[in-house]
Nanobody
Framework: VQLQASGGGLVQPGGSLRLSCAAS????????MGWYRQAPGKQRELVAL???????NYVDSVKGRFTISRDNAENTVVLQMSSLKPEDTAAYYC?????????WGQGTLVTVSS
């Protein structure tokens, strides 16, 4: 199982970014998928998850600003981020739970700064 994340970058406060994560190695339509983030000096936190049935959950700080979605045919999970704030600056990691195990993508850096 491999996950490849993309889409990070530098954006001004109030801007938008779209993170994408492509999984390969199996079919993941029955797997929960999501995104964690870790800012410098802070603990990793779960940002958003989406279940195999399409149910979603978000950390309170991003509710109403971030949207997670998935495409089971393409084995991808997308995090659409809008109204970005400096406190959203972090390395973002996609993950999935497959056969009872966690699999991680490499981090993609999001920097929100003017």
């Amino acid at each position: 199982v491999q996950l490849q994340a993309s889409g990070g970058g530098l954006v001004q406060p109030g801007g938008s970014l779209r993170l994408s994560c492509a999984a390969s190695g199996s079919s993941f339509s029955n797997s929960a998928m999501g995104w964690y983030r870790q800012a410098p000096g802070k603990q990793r936190e779960l940002v958003a998850l989406i279940t195999s049935g399409g149910g979603t959950n978000y950390v309170d700080s991003v509710k109403g600003r971030f949207t997670i979605s998935r495409d089971n045919a393409e084995n991808t999970v997308v995090l659409q981020m809008s109204s970005l704030k400096p406190e959203d600056t972090a390395a973002y990691y996609c993950y999935l739970i497959h056969m009872g195990r966690y699999y991680w993508g490499q981090g993609t850096l999001v920097t929100v700064s003017s």
